[in-house]
């Protein structure tokens, strides 16, 4: 597997809270994505990110924030959580947005 | 518009039997595609890109423009691939990738 890693693997949050999940890469890859997985949705593109302090919102970009402060680190934040936002992320890398991306293992986080 | 359609939730064979897992696509241009698989509570692995046309863990996926198709095929069945299979495409942009909803392949003896 490709150097991705997450934190936290899993979580239980309050509805309102804010939440930080951590995505980090020792690949150097410029590219970085957060995604959300929901049964019969498949896989959503929540933000991703071209390089340091460069974002852009992806389909489901709502209640959702970004931060790349550094090549490596990738944080999504949910700035109050809510019970619709109960999924499974996962984040990605590429070396370009055109070549295979590489995932990490997800984080299970469930709003209640 | 920019879309791919993976038109089975579910495909149940029975080990031994060929598999094909569907795949279309809506792109302007040359569309640029993948496979990803995904084992139970497992991270989505590349399985397949069709610009290297390789055969992984016995798959194929041939890339068909005038069905604006990207079917992944198996010959024979395994247990070990009952899996969640993505099919995913490039964007206009290319920034960023458009995946399926899935299909689940189901291989029982």
């Known amino acids: 597997d490709a150097g991705i890693t997450q934190s936290p693997r899993h979580k239980v949050t309050e509805t309102g809270t804010p939440v930080t999940l951590r995505c980090h890469q020792t690949e150097n890859h410029r590219y970085m994505y957060w995604y959300r997985q929901d049964p019969g949705h498949g896989l959503r593109l929540i933000h991703y990110?071209?390089?340091?302090?460069?974002?852009d919102k992806g389909e489901v970009s709502d209640g959702y924030s970004v931060s790349r402060s550094k090549t490596e680190d990738f944080l999504l934040t949910l700035e109050s959580a809510t019970s619709s936002q109960t999924s499974v992320y996962f984040c990605?890398?590429?070396?370009?947005?055109?070549?295979?991306?590489?995932f990490g293992p997800g984080t299970r986080l469930t709003v209640t | 518009a920019q879309r791919v359609t993976q038109p089975e939730k579910l495909l149940s064979v029975f080990k031994g039997a060929p598999v094909e897992l569907k795949c279309n696509y809506s792109?302007?241009?040359?569309?640029?595609l993948f496979w990803y698989v995904q084992y139970s509570r497992q991270r989505l692995q590349l399985l397949l890109r069709?610009?290297s046309r390789e055969s992984i863990k016995g798959f194929t996926a041939d890339l068909n423009k005038g069905e604006t198709s990207f079917h992944l095929k198996k010959p024979f069945a395994q247990e070990e691939d009952s899996a969640m299979y993505y099919c995913?495409?490039?964007?206009?942009?290319?920034?960023?990738?458009?995946f399926g909803k899935g299909t689940t392949l189901s291989v029982s003896s």
């Open positions: 990110s071209y390089g340091v302090k460069d974002t």
């Open positions: 792109y302007s241009g040359s569309p640029e």
């Open positions: 990605a890398i590429s070396e370009s947005g055109r070549n295979g991306q590489y």
């Open positions: 069709h610009i």
């Open positions: 995913a495409l490039v964007n206009q942009a290319g920034t960023a990738l458009i």
